[in-house]
């Protein structure tokens, strides 16, 4: 299911073959082009792991086509460059572009493999810091010694054994794409690329583009699909992408292949993990006509939900030590530590951002702080006093909200008023965002900042 793809590029059909034989032997997955007009086809269709190519070929050289494939930012992998005629300023010139070595001909077969798994290996490392670069930086969701967090860790491994296709729900800040890719690590998959994607910042036109690449003019441009290839793609907010572009993605998931953006018959092969998310029931957008119903139900075959922190409270002290040694070694704040009434007050803390809040929170108070100790004063001091709303609507007159701070006044009245809305809707999450013309995932969490169930008012 890993095993790399490694593209020869050389005109001599005797060394394509005995190359190719080598290579296959050594358990890797090869195609030969005898030309860079053929490689050129190969590797638009299909991004190799690896290029061997060689530099004198009739027609455009290597290292001409070296140079296109940097040029169009094409060169995901490393690429070997061949010759019988070699110099040290051609092999200068060919890693200045970009290739990861040079091998003059006759080949050694025994330094043409060593070549090449030291070529692999180094990319795969590449590809590993980078993902560790990007998991420092991301939220760790998984740290946490409860039962709910210890029970969501071993769904999380059977998935990843038995399961391609996976659907995140949970609510803003819960961890979605750090679950993603704690998903990733714990599959056969983990060797290769983990990429992701927020489609919600990404608008509905360049969405498809950005996922499935283009082909305009006889020049691909790489998209999503084809730098997850072999590995796993996330996609938050799956909803975001238009009707049309879900409608290729299903056909995509399907067929395990895909054209890309003005292709018509250059298809590529598709081996991937999927995994997407929503911070909401997609049941509504189903019904309401914004998702497309075959692809839910593909992607809904076994949900996993991430629960917010206020369901694991007894993992906020874990959690806040982690984002203390966490801040101080990766940003260099001072250190300073919770006291034990600190701790206690922020484990009945409502936390409706949940961890990302939790993480903004150890930070602010690292920043700000003066003493080694964060007290409980301090703590609420951060967080301000909470604002209550009532949980149903005001009884009486308008006037009664004049009687009430300016803050709570107001918090009131958008309680009512979503209250309101959702019963004209019937519940319908998806009409209650057209009628009050917000977006439903800052609906949601404005709903549960108020304190509205929508659940209560529908049919």
């Not at 299903?250 to 292949?257: F, T, V, Y």
């Amino acid at each position: 299911m890993t095993t790399p793809f490694i593209l020869v590029v050389d005109d001599e059909p005797d060394i394509r073959q005995l190359v190719s034989e080598i290579l296959e032997d050594e358990g890797y997955r090869v195609e030969t082009a005898d030309s860079a007009e053929s490689a050129r086809e190969i590797h638009r269709k299909r991004r190799p792991d690896l290029v061997l190519l060689d530099i004198w070929m009739p027609g455009m050289d290597g290292i001409s086509l070296l140079k296109e494939w940097r040029d169009s930012n094409a060169l995901l992998g490393p690429v070997i460059m061949m010759s019988g005629h070699g110099t040290i300023e051609t092999a200068v010139e060919a890693t200045k572009l970009g290739a990861y070595d040079f091998i003059e001909k006759p080949l050694s077969l025994a330094k043409m493999l060593l070549t090449i798994g030291n070529a692999l290996r180094s990319s795969q490392l590449e590809q590993e810091n980078k993902g560790l670069k990007r998991q420092v930086l991301a939220t760790n969701d998984w740290v946490g010694s409860s039962q709910v967090m210890q029970t969501l860790r071993e769904q999380a491994k059977r998935i990843a054994q038995h399961y391609n296709r996976v659907l995140l729900y949970g609510e803003p800040g819960v961890g979605k794409q750090s679950f993603a890719r704690y998903i990733h690590e714990q599959s056969a998959r983990r060797d290769r690329p983990f990429i992701k994607a927020n489609l919600a910042s990404i608008g509905q036109q360049d969405s498809c583009k950005l996922l499935f690449g283009s082909q305009e003019a006889g020049k691909s441009q790489y998209g999503l699909l084809d730098e997850a290839n072999g590995g796993t793609l996330f996609l938050a907010e799956i909803t975001e992408l238009s009707l049309t572009c879900q409608q290729r993605l299903l056909g995509a998931l399907q067929e395990n292949r895909f054209l890309r953006v003005g292709s018509t018959n250059d298809w590529v092969e598709l081996n991937l993990n999927l995994i997407v998310s929503s911070s909401y029931d997609l049941a509504d957008d189903v019904q309401a006509g914004m998702l497309n119903n075959e692809l839910y139900y593909l992607l809904n075959t076994l949900p996993l939900v991430i629960p917010p922190l206020r369901e694991h409270a007894e993992d906020v002290p874990e959690l806040l030590n982690y984002y203390v040694n966490l801040l101080t070694a990766q940003d260099g704040l001072p250190y300073r530590h919770f006291t034990l009434s600190a701790q206690n007050f922020l484990r009945n803390h409502r936390w409706p951002g949940n961890i990302r809040e939790l993480r903004n929170l150890v930070q602010r108070l690292l920043i700000l702080g003066t003493e080694v100790e964060i007290t409980q004063d301090e703590v609420e001091e951060a967080l301000g006093a909470p604002v209550p709303v009532y949980s149903q609507e005001l009884s009486g007159t308008p006037e009664t909200l004049f009687d009430l701070p300016l803050r709570q006044a107001r918090e009131q009245f958008e309680h009512d008023y979503l209250v309101y809305q959702l019963k004209q809707a019937d519940g319908n999450v998806s009409k209650l965002a057209e009628q009050v013309r917000m977006e439903r995932t800052h609906l949601y969490r404005k709903m549960r900042a108020l304190g509205v169930d929508p659940k209560k008012y529908s049919r």
